[in-house]
């Protein structure tokens, strides 16, 4: 069997489940007793498909409860409504084809340990059923890469990675007829597409490897295997750069928690095969184990940063299952021991919810407490017979350095302070750094919530910085830079720590945060090239001491994930040097310098909560400063002096004095000096270098009668023309010539009013979308599953403007649906049919737009037949590199964008393009 070391281990193992692991196997066989009493399997014959209220309750938002016994009967586990409509079902099949995978796997270990025939019988039985229907199951419409059972690649991935584990423990090294098939229909084709999609360091990528190295291993192909390995995306990588120094996952504790569960997989795989981890390849994956409790939060709920899940606790049986794993690699380990304890904690008595468990995409329940009765398959052949004897001692303070988020623990760990400064997390990282967390107790006054559905609108809410209790500048989200650690120092009575980053051109942002016992000091301080506008959020449940509201617009940034498009009700109190807020739980007093203003307003709650207030302070200058002090023991008194001391009264009186590389805290009679200061290198920049930074623009022709716009492409001398072709295509599940060699020419002209785009397209089938604003498969525009037209424009001095402009043919009309976020009326267009397809023409105002002699201009020709639900493919003006179009909506990084235009001149010569 794969993943066990030689053939005697099954018999050590069946000795271990005849004896201190007999309750687990008892539970694990209850369960399947319970679930699937004969082998008359049901099979679904439909595909799983993700839709914005497949799964959802309407009225809360929150996931509805899966049960594998109820495909038609969904319970909300909030209000108890209960639904039965098509789009929940389809979102059921994903997971019960998680869940049957998962339960092959159960019964032929059992039946491996324990000998009951039944078991031998179930396993065969999903697994020859599951062949009758994958091929059938269509490759197409997929949300995130290609796959036949599911919407995503990486849930078949996990899904194959079980039914090739479940063969493996039925033939045990013995190919049988029946397995053969099972490899012939399921594993090498799955295998295949698996493989072709490769998402590089994602948490996803993961679960890729480690399926496809499962099946090469059954189908033996070393290549496929080595590539797994050693290749982009595989094991090798993710150790060295998914994993970070000190063993958390980069993308953030929600992505660590399932991501190193696919590497356990990996790097068991690879030692089964004969290629065992070493080194600090080892050392990382080994300290990656117990990682997430260093963050827990006090409730024992890690952080929810990022793309993450709310509130979620981790008394989670899996959880529990991955420090076994680590224990039984590491039984001398006190940490992991320590770990163990403090899951296997008191906790309220309730189901962990095993018996309903979806594979590895595990959905995460209320805590409840746990035994080792709980735990999974894994532990049955791996964890150690008994557990060693460990206390759980209060949580410290700790830095995470590499992942650039630290924990200041206080009063026994009841009190919670933390900066989240450095990595910016990738796809799945927010743009929050330099964000404050206090959490007292059961009162979370400053944290993160995470992200909701990633199908709902709300996603680029949770996905601003404005949805932060972070630093923004000029009114937009910040870019995904990481920070720097300045400074991190732990005392007994009191800490800090200091942190920095550019979030624009030329403007350093530095944090300071210091933790004492009864309250903490925050000190936001910038300095920019010139005056800027500093917001600082604060998502606290409070408000301003004997305020005057008045209701006004809070302008800000226009994208969507800038995150002013959602805020309502907005209000202004004007300036206040120095303003207490009244919070619950918490009291806390602000000063700032230089010109001001403070506001409240309305915008979206943590996922499943409703909206919430959140106050703001504006600030405005070349620099500055904000202090405030909070304080979780009652009312304090602060006196805050020009230079930046400060004086904080409670039951005692603390003073503080801020220093360029420390801080000291004075008081009772004592002086703390916190030092603690890094050596400083060179910070992030802001901003990305353009491909083309420093190339020559190609110059737009300029037309001079209304009769050449129109028939640029026919006389190529009026136009700067682009062929697009294979060369530019971005796919989806079928390659450019599987999509029908759809092509298309662009071309570019110009007149003192205007700049001319013509797109013309050779395609066999055209569908234009109806109108319509809701789109119910996801959160993007409805008019990307149509075939259409992006244009992206980026234009003006640093920081610039950018624009994005989605144009849908009419088929009634000549007419064309323009739709733009940026700028709305600066765009017109008409269309006309041709007998290979279609043609547009659009029509952008110079002046409206403000455009100057010199920008970036992107165009992306949409494709999609009729018969698809989702875009299949896109043309991209300038190439598009063995790209794959997934999850691109209507975004194009306009920084990116890797050609420059200008307009013609009488005085500016002519620089060709390519014809």
Request: aromatic share 8%; net charge neutral; charged share 25%.
């Amino acid at each position: 069997m794969i993943l066990l070391p030689g053939p005697g281990a099954l018999l050590d193992r069946a000795r271990f489940a005849e004896g201190p692991l007999a309750a687990l196997a008892g539970s694990l066989t209850a369960d399947l007793d319970r679930l699937l009493p004969d082998e008359d399997v049901f099979i679904p014959r439909e595909k799983a498909k993700l839709t914005r209220h497949g799964g959802r309750c309407a009225r809360d938002g929150v996931l509805l409860e899966f049960d594998p016994r109820q495909p038609r009967r969904h319970r909300c586990p909030s209000c108890g409504a209960v639904y039965d409509d098509e789009a929940h079902y389809l979102w059921w099949v994903m997971g019960y084809q998680l869940w049957l995978a998962e339960r092959a796997v159960h019964a032929a270990v059992l039946w491996r340990l324990r000998g009951d025939a039944r078991h031998e019988r179930l396993s065969w039985a999903i697994l020859q059923g599951l062949a009758e229907r994958y091929p059938a199951y269509p490759n197409q419409d997929n949300v995130l890469g290609p796959t036949r059972v599911f919407f995503s690649t990486y849930l078949e991935s996990i899904w194959l990675l079980q039914l090739s584990i479940a063969l493996s423990a039925l033939e045990e090294g013995r190919p049988t007829a029946g397995g053969d098939r099972i490899r012939d229909i399921i594993i090498e084709p799955s295998s295949r597409i698996i493989a072709a999609f490769n998402e590089g360091g994602s948490n996803r990528q993961v679960w890729n490897s480690a399926a496809v190295l499962a099946a090469s291993i059954l189908l033996k192909d070393p290549g496929r295997a080595d590539r797994a390995l050693h290749g982009p995306g595989g094991l090798t990588q993710h150790l060295r750069e998914g994993l970070l120094e000190d063993g958390t996952w980069f993308e953030g504790e929600n992505y660590h928690l399932f991501a190193h569960r696919g590497l356990w997989y990996l790097v068991s795989l690879a030692e089964w095969a004969g290629f065992p981890v070493a080194g600090e390849d080892a050392a990382r994956f080994e300290r990656g184990f117990v990682a997430p409790l260093r963050s827990a939060l006090p409730d024992f709920t890690f952080p929810s940063r990022r793309d993450s899940q709310y509130r979620a606790s981790l008394r989670q049986w899996r959880v529990a299952e991955s420090l076994e794993l680590g224990l039984a690699r590491s039984p001398g380990s006190a940490d992991l021991a320590r770990g163990l304890a403090a899951v296997y904690g008191d906790a309220p008595v309730g189901d962990a919810a095993r018996w309903r468990s979806t594979a590895e995409a595990e959905r995460n329940v209320p805590g409840v407490r746990l035994t080792r009765a709980d735990l999974g398959w894994k532990s049955l052949l791996f964890a150690v017979p008994r557990l060693p004897d460990a206390e759980v001692p209060p949580p410290a303070s700790v830095l995470l350095e590499r992942q650039g988020f630290g924990i200041l623990r206080r009063n026994s760990g009841r009190t919670y302070v933390a900066l989240d400064y450095g990595e910016s997390g990738g796809s799945h990282g927010h743009p929050d750094r330099l964000n404050l967390w206090l959490v007292h107790g059961e009162q979370r006054v400053f944290e993160d919530v995470g992200t909701g559905s990633y199908v709902e609108r709300s996603l680029h809410w949770y996905r601003s910085t404005l949805a932060h209790n972070a630093p923004l500048v000029d009114g937009r989200s910040q870019g995904p830079v990481p920070g720097r650690l300045r400074a991190w120092d732990e005392r007994v009575d009191c800490g800090w720590i200091d942190a920095d980053v550019h979030l624009a051109r030329g403007v350093l942002v530095r944090r300071s945060v210091v933790a004492c016992r009864d309250h903490l000091v925050d000190r936001v301080e910038w300095s920019a090239p010139g005056d800027v506008t500093l917001d600082l959020p604060m998502h606290v449940d409070g408000d301003l001491a004997e305020a005057a509201w008045t209701e006004a617009g809070l302008a800000g940034g226009d994208g969507l994930e800038d995150g002013f498009p959602f805020v309502v009700r907005a209000e202004t109190a004007g300036p206040r040097a120095t303003a207490s807020i009244v919070a619950e739980g918490v009291h806390g007093v602000t000063h700032v310098t230089g010109p001001h203003g403070w506001w409240r307003a309305v915008a979206p709650g943590p996922p499943g909560a409703g909206p919430r207030r959140f106050l703001l302070l504006r600030s405005r200058g070349a620099s500055g400063r904000i202090t405030s002090v909070w304080s979780w023991q009652g009312p304090v008194a602060v006196t805050f002096r020009d230079e930046g001391t400060l004086t904080v009264t409670s039951e005692r009186t603390w003073t503080h004095v801020p220093r360029d590389r420390g801080w000291v805290v004075e008081g009772a009679g004592t002086s703390i000096a916190l030092s603690g200061a890094r050596a400083l290198t060179a910070d992030a920049a802001p901003a990305r270098p353009a491909p083309t930074e420093g190339a020559e623009p190609l110059t737009i022709p300029a037309v001079t009668a209304s009769s050449e716009v129109g028939h640029l492409i026919a006389h190529s001398s009026g136009a700067l023309r682009f062929r697009l072709d294979e060369r530019h295509y971005r796919r989806t599940e079928a390659p450019w010539s599987g999509a029908g060699s759809p092509t298309a020419v662009v071309a570019l002209a110009a007149d003192a009013a205007a700049l001319y785009l013509e797109v013309a397209v050779t395609k066999k089938e055209v569908f234009f979308a109806p109108p319509g604003d809701d789109n119910p498969l996801d959160n993007e525009h409805p008019d990307t599953n149509s075939d259409g037209v992006q244009v992206h424009l980026a234009w003006g001095e640093d920081p610039g403007r950018t624009a994005t402009w989605l144009m849908v043919p009419d088929p009634g009309s000549s007419g064309v649906r323009v739709s733009s976020r940026e700028a709305p009326g600066a765009v017109s267009a008409t269309w006309r049919r041709r007998d290979d397809g279609w043609q547009l023409l659009a029509r952008m105002d110079r002046a409206v737009l403000g455009l100057g002699t010199r920008f970036r201009l992107g165009v992306i020709v949409n494709e999609m037949p009729p018969w698809r639900e989702r875009r299949r493919g896109q043309l991209v003006l300038g190439g598009a590199r063995d790209e794959w179009a997934y999850l691109r909506g209507d975004r194009h990084d306009a920084q990116l964008i890797p050609m420059i235009f200008t307009p013609e001149t009488a005085d500016r010569p002519r620089t060709a393009g390519p014809q």
